[in-house]
Antibody
Framework: QVQLVQSGSELKKPGASVKVSCKAS????????MNWVRQAPGQGLEWMGW????????TYAQGFTGRFVFSLDTSVSTAYLQISSLKAEDTAVYYC????????????WGQGTLVTVSS | QSVLTQPPSASGTPGQRVTISCSGS????????VYWYQQLPGTAPKLLIY???QRPSGVPDRFSGSKSGTSASLAISGLRSEDEADYYC????????????FGGGTKLTVL
């Protein structure tokens, strides 16, 4: 069965960086897109963008350029989200979500990683 | 504010049928498929409906989706206490070089 297992919660100070991992299993990693979605405390879902797991080409949504980087290690079927120069407003749960067949649409979701930015 | 508009809350009693609406525009719902997600408290979202009205394996047929023009609806029949959750609609939006957009979410309370 498809599984996406994300790394654990992180507590970071403003200005630091964080790297969240998302390890996939149960399917061919390079055959489906990988999305990243943010959910701030008590708020809705916000699409951050996606990465083509076949080519490694990332696409970032408006508002997620510059400090956000999507990357892959296909040898271990893992996608990464790195956020630099962290701000308090980056505090949120970050989800990876595998795309659907032939598209970006988020289908299977990881359990989420809480990133807390606080001094 | 979200690109797709949902009512912030909905409610119903066990056994009742409830619907949740989702309003968009020609660049998203009007020209692309609609998806619905269920997020139970403290858990990750789960795909409930894809391509307007298709259910993934394992989703009960109590859940159904429909689309008309630039609006869509999620219907839940035979409401159960375990259906209490947040529900999000979503679609691809053709503007801004293409992006995935979500509704603001609807909190469903089972009274």
């Amino acid at each position: 069965q498809v599984q996406l297992v994300q790394s654990g919660s992180e507590l970071k100070k403003p200005g630091a960086s964080v790297k969240v991992s998302c390890k996939a299993s149960g399917y061919t990693f390079t055959s489906y897109a990988m999305n990243w979605v943010r959910q701030a405390p008590g708020q809705g879902l916000e699409w951050m963008g996606w990465i083509n797991t076949n080519t490694g080409n990332p696409t970032y949504a408006q508002g997620f350029t510059g400090r956000f980087v999507f990357s892959l290690d296909t040898s271990v079927s893992t996608a990464y989200l790195q956020i630099s120069s962290l701000k308090a407003e980056d505090t949120a749960v970050y989800y990876c979500a595998r795309g659907c067949t032939g598209g970006v649409c988020p289908h299977y979701w990881g359990q989420g990683t809480l990133v807390t930015v606080s001094s | 504010q979200s690109v797709l508009t949902q009512p912030p809350s909905a409610s119903g009693t066990p056994g009742q049928r409830v619907t949740i609406s989702c309003s968009g525009s020609s660049s998203n719902i009007g020209s692309n498929y609609v998806y619905w997600y269920q997020q139970l408290p403290g858990t990750a979202p789960k795909l409930l409906i894809y391509r307007n009205n298709q259910r993934p394996s394992g989703v009960p047929d109590r859940f159904s989706g429909s689309k008309s023009g630039t609006s869509a609806s999620l219907a839940i029949s035979g409401l159960r206490s375990e259906d209490e959750a947040d529900y999000y609609c979503a679609a691809w939006d053709d503007s801004l070089s293409g992006r995935w957009v979500f509704g603001g979410g609807t909190k469903l309370t089972v009274l």
